[in-house]
């Protein structure tokens, strides 16, 4: 099983950047894929998630109306299209899927992230540096 991202780099801010995931190595029908980013010396935090359908989309308030997450479920591969990028959103991007919360719940333990259950796989992680 393999997340692969791709498309990180360094931009002013004002650019746009898209990322790319590509998911190989199982079923992924019941899955959600999300991006998560790491900041230097920050943890780790929510960006946006896709249910394997596309139907179902989540956005964290810091990037809801700048970024877009999408599927092309016959390239097995999630985008996360990033405008109007900021300083702040220098990070490392992670991709990471997890069974869907359209799918599994537990009464007795909250889901990792908006849409994901929990995380099972994760990526290795795409640079993404915005300069001023």
């Known amino acids: 099983v393999q997340l692969a991202e791709s498309g990180g780099g360094l931009v002013q801010a004002g650019d746009s950047l898209r990322l790319s995931c590509v998911a190989s190595g199982r079923r992924w029908d019941t899955y959600a894929v999300g991006w998560s980013r790491q900041a230097p010396g920050g943890e780790r935090e929510f960006v946006a998630s896709i249910s394997w359908n596309g139907a179902t989309v989540h956005y964290a308030d810091y990037v809801q109306g700048r970024f877009n997450i999408s599927i092309d479920n016959s390239k097995n591969t999630v985008y996360l299209q990033m405008s109007g990028l900021r300083p702040e959103d220098t990070a490392v991007y992670y991709c990471?899927?997890?069974?869907?919360?359209?799918?599994?719940?537990?009464?007795?333990?909250?889901?990792?992230?908006?849409?994901?259950?929990?995380?099972?796989?994760w990526g290795q992680g795409t640079q993404v540096t915005v300069s001023s």
């Open positions: 990471a899927a997890g069974p869907s919360t359209e799918d599994y719940s537990d009464a007795d333990e909250e889901p990792a992230a908006p849409g994901i259950f929990e995380y099972d796989f």
